[in-house]
């Protein structure tokens, strides 16, 4: 399936809302940085909730024929990334997302 960067990052962002992900935030990075062209970041109650956020972005991006390229994150993390390429995804603990300050940087 060929599906746009816009595309990918409100899918992403529909998924992760379906699975009760708290501040989600699509940051577009076109003009910004040749890395991606978009951030999709969201919060995580726990470490159980970051990872299940982070499975199931996995499996309906997956279903669509949209696999990641890399992942990082340990089981347990209080910070999860999927690299779709065009788009990176990062779910954080509340914590750990007031400490990186993503949307800082790059709004």
């Known amino acids: ?15 992760l809302d379906s699975k009760k992900a708290q501040r989600i935030d699509i940051i577009p990075l076109k003009d910004k940085t040749p890395i991606a062209e978009y951030f999709v970041i969201a919060s995580g109650t726990g470490t159980t909730h970051i990872n299940s956020l982070a499975g199931e972005v996995e499996k309906k991006m997956s279903e669509i024929s ?37 949307e800082e940087l790059w709004k």
Do not use: P
């Not at 890399?70 to 065009?86: A, I, M, T, V």
């Open 66 to 102: 949209v696999n990641f390229l890399h992942q990082e994150g340990e089981n347990g993390s209080s910070w999860k990334l999927l690299d779709y390429g065009d788009v990176i995804v990062h779910i954080f603990s509340e914590e750990s997302r007031n400490s990186y300050k993503l």
């Open 1 to 15: 399936m060929n599906i746009t960067a816009e595309e990918k990052a409100n899918k992403i962002k529909e998924i």
